[in-house]
């Protein structure tokens, strides 16, 4: 079930986030991060009344959802960038989709004009799964990001909401 995160779930997101960053290229991060670093990401961003849900199964959190404003200027106030993760033991289950589905239905809610997806040109599942819900290619930006001794193009995703 999808659910509002809570500051409870902070650690098992943070597990997710961190095995993102320590083994893939989907987030730019490179270190870690620490427990009370995800805790302030929380609370900044409930400060702000960021929608965030996690994915539960059997009382455990596998997958958050989560955007906030594209760029820090209330010109950017209805273009959100969302992010999606979804623990590795579980992929490919169609959690993503419920995610990504949920997350988009709030912007609807919400009155958002823009929902952006910052993805990594090699992560063909992500790229995949946005595809799939009518996002569309918006745009690259070629050797931005440098992880694991590689530089890193990223691309935009959009989707505009009715
Ligand atoms: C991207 C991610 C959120 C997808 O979540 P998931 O639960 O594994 O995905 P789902 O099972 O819901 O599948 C969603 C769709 O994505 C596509 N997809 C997912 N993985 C894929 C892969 N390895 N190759 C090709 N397409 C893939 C498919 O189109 C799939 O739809 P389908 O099953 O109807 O064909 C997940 O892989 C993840 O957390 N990855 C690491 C973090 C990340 O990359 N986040 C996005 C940052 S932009």
Redesign the pocket.
């Known amino acids: 079930m999808i659910r509002p995160m809570t500051i409870e779930d902070i650690e098992k997101v943070l597990d ?1 986030f961190n095995d ?1 960053i320590i083994n ?1 290229t ?2 730019y991060h490179v270190e870690p991060q620490t427990l009370e670093e995800k805790r302030q990401w929380f609370l900044a961003k409930q400060k702000v009344n960021d929608p965030m849900f996690v994915y539960e199964e059997n009382g455990e959190v596998i ?1 958050f959802v989560t955007y906030s404003q594209f760029r820090p200027y209330e010109g950017y106030k209805y273009s959100m960038e969302h ?6 033991n ?11 589905q949920k997350i988009i239905d709030e912007a609807k809610i919400r009155g958002v004009k823009t929902l952006i ?4 040109s090699e ?4 790229i ?2 946005h ?2 819900f009518g996002f569309y290619f918006a745009g690259r930006l070629k050797n931005v990001g440098y992880k694991f001794d590689k530089w890193l193009d990223i691309v935009y995703y959009q989707l505009d909401i009715e």
């Open positions: 997710i993102a893939t989907a987030a997958g992010s999606v993760y979804v623990d590795k579980h992929h490919g289950k169609g959690i993503g989709k419920i995610l990504l997806a910052v993805i990594d992560n063909i599942g992500s995949k799964m595809e799939k």
